[in-house]
Nanobody, 119 residues
Framework: QVQLVESGGGLVQAGGSLILSCSAS????????MGWYRELPGRERELVAT???????NYADSVKGRFTISRDNANGMVYLQMSSLKPEDTAVYFC?????????????WGQGTQVTVSS
């Protein structure tokens, strides 16, 4: 079993920065891909960023140049560094992990952490 727990969300002013953390427990060696998704108010969950266990990263166009994903494989951690935050970044952010690169790979989800960006 794998459990993901997010932390670091909160209220920030537009233009500010925030760092989200996700701690994975269990057999973390299975987690080939880890990443972050978000649910904007009234919208479906969407990709923010992903990182493979060997360092390949992928970002949504809306966050490129502003967000950075990183992994600490030895400690089962994944981070999302967010800067130049905009009110439209307001969402519940979820940590995600999957056991392979294929879309049918088993996925795990954290409980979510709220990020609110005020004007």
């Amino acid at each position: 079993q794998v459990q993901l727990v997010e932390s670091g969300g909160g209220l920030v002013q537009a233009g500010g920065s925030l760092i989200l953390s996700c701690s994975a427990s269990g057999d973390t060696s299975r987690l080939i891909v880890m990443g972050w998704y978000r649910e904007l108010p009234g919208r479906e969950r969407e990709l923010v960023a992903t990182a493979t266990i060997h360092g390949t990263t992928n970002y949504a166009d809306s966050v490129k140049g502003r967000f950075t994903i990183s992994r600490d494989n030895a400690n089962g951690m994944v981070y999302l560094q967010m800067s130049s935050l905009k009110p439209e970044d307001t969402a519940v952010y979820f940590c995600n992990a999957q056991e392979g690169v294929a879309v049918e790979s088993y996925q795990y989800w954290g409980q979510g952490t709220q990020v609110t960006v005020s004007s």
